[in-house]
């Protein structure tokens, strides 16, 4: 089965320091992953996807990810973080079945 | 465009009853998906249809629970003698259908089972 782990349940950071969180995955296929960010009372909206193509992919907001075979990892970053930033971040692999399956989340604190 | 739209955004409701939630996809959208969250977790997959049909339904947690979308566009998740377990955010999404298609999510029903 496809499962993500996120590791830390939450990140605080300074405004205009960089942001990192990360995202581990198991597959046994080539996985699509998927970042997804969530502000309080909205729905999810996607930042970015990796469909097999580049590694390194480029979302909204600045962010970008970068898919390591070798780590499984898709890691989220992005150079300098704003106030708006502060959300739940969620990463997701698409399984087989086209469900998405999503890790327990973090929540981004940014410190002004 | 609008985007998917759910209603209510909040529903309130006794143990034992019966709740319907709605869900209106992007128009065009052929594939709906369901997912629950639960507080302090990632939303978890209930049940995917293509155009009129129930794909999949592997993650309905049991017989209580069942949705509709009778003609491809609108989904109605329908959960029967509502338990306090069933309190969580319902979360629905749509995709044009294809492959890896992203996932466009609605901003939930909220229900809470006193």
């Known amino acids: 089965a496809q499962s993500v782990t996120q590791l830390g349940s939450h990140v605080s950071v300074s405004e205009g320091a960089l942001v990192l969180l990360r995202c581990n995955y198991s597959?046994?296929?080539?996985?699509?992953l998927f970042w997804y960010v969530q502000y309080p009372n909205q729905g999810l909206q996607l930042l970015l996807k990796?469909?097999?193509?580049?590694?390194l992919v480029k979302g909204i907001n600045g962010f970008e990810a970068e898919f390591k075979k070798s780590e499984t990892s898709f890691h989220l970053t992005k150079p300098s973080a704003h106030m708006s930033d502060a959300a739940e971040y969620f990463c997701a692999v698409l399984t087989g079945r086209r469900a998405l399956t999503f890790g327990s989340g973090t929540r981004l604190q940014v410190q002004p | 465009g609008a985007g998917v739209s759910q209603t209510p955004s909040n529903k309130v409701t006794e143990k034992g009853k019966y709740v319907e939630l709605r869900c209106d996809p992007i128009?065009?959208?052929?594939?709906l998906y369901w997912y629950r969250q639960s507080l302090g977790q990632g939303p978890e997959f209930l049940i995917y249809?293509?155009?009129?049909?129930?794909?999949?339904d592997s993650g309905l947690p049991n017989d209580r629970f069942f949705a509709v979308r009778p003609e491809g566009s609108v989904s109605t998740l329908k959960i029967q003698r509502t338990e306090r377990g069933d309190s969580a955010v319902y979360l629905c999404a749509s995709s044009q259908g294809q492959g890896t298609d992203t996932q466009y999510f609605g901003p939930g029903t909220r229900l809470t089972v006193l």
């Open positions: 990796y469909t097999s193509a580049a590694t």
């Open positions: 249809f293509q155009g009129t049909g129930a794909a999949d």
């Open positions: 128009s065009g959208h052929t594939a």
């Open positions: 597959s046994s296929v080539p996985p699509y």
